[in-house]
């Protein structure tokens, strides 16, 4: 009998490389399923969900605004920055309060970084750039700062560029919650049964990489973009941790305030109760 093919579409970073060992690596039975991994920037992603493209998506939080009609959030798979997430960085120091108006390149409108900086300041000219470029942007003054995700966390200083804010900080100082960025998203026309088995394979693909994790993160360093092992290390730890394997109630309530407060805001059209399978 043929598999069912089904497409799991992520981001090419060393945390989704992790997560997904298993199943690309074909560590774990897969029953009645075929996966192929799809590799997309995140706001790629976020607007090919909003088609309902891919059975199985990393989406940003953010953008399950828009796709909650088509698709139910995934127990597993979450990331959950820990007093910790997108970090504005400029060419040179500035307080947080003058950002204010000013024009910062940011990874794409449906990130949750974007939806984070604008409920901290809602007053600024954003420029969408490719979340690998922000920097550049930065260094060659085509911006007055960048809101970086991924490796970029850990590599602006290297780059000589200067926190602003760390939007994670921000948060957990706000709410005392995580902040929810990133998760991943199943179709629902897949049926009840399929939805099921595919959140259970992808969990312990997750559990597998942390049961096994020198050998995921050897697979992960090959998405590591310039980052060192040790850096590797570190930002898998950050973004594949308890809270991937289960958002927890923490989690989910996490999910939920930040969807509120955009909504408060006037930052996504109507509100969300997230749909978790």
Do not use: C
């Amino acid at each position: 009998m043929e598999k069912m093919l089904i497409r799991v579409a992520h981001s090419p970073d060393s945390d989704d490389a992790f997560m997904f060992y298993a199943l690309a690596t074909e560590r774990l039975p897969t029953g009645p399923y075929r996966f192929r991994h799809v590799l997309e920037d995140i706001e790629s992603l976020n607007r090919k969900a909003v088609r309902g493209e891919y059975e199985v998506t990393a989406v940003s939080i953010h953008a399950y605004a828009y796709i909650s009609d088509k698709y139910a959030l995934l127990p597993s798979g979450a990331s959950m920055g820990e007093r910790y997430g997108p970090i504005v960085v400029a060419r040179r120091p500035f307080a947080p309060s003058e950002l204010r108006g000013k024009t910062i390149g940011i990874p794409g409108l449906l990130t949750s970084a974007y939806l984070a900086l604008k409920l901290f300041e809602p007053d600024f000219k954003a420029l969408a750039i490719s979340f690998d470029q922000i920097m550049d942007a930065v260094q060659k003054g085509h911006v007055d700062a960048g809101l970086l995700i991924h490796e970029g966390q850990l590599t602006y200083v290297q780059e000589g560029l200067h926190k602003v804010v760390d939007l994670g900080e921000w948060w957990n100082d706000e709410t005392k919650l995580p902040l929810p960025l990133g998760g991943n998203a199943i179709r629902r026309d897949l049926g009840l049964e399929h939805v099921h088995e595919i959140s259970r394979l992808l969990r312990e693909s997750i559990r597998y990489a942390l049961d096994h994790r020198e050998d995921a993160l050897q697979h992960a360093l090959r998405y590591a973009r310039d980052l060192s092992q040790k850096q590797a290390d570190q930002f898998v730890g950050m973004y594949v941790n308890r809270r991937t394997l289960d958002y927890g109630p923490e989690g989910r309530a996490a999910v939920q305030m930040f969807l509120d407060r955009a909504y408060a805001a006037g930052l996504i059209p109507h509100p969300i109760i997230p749909e978790f399978v």
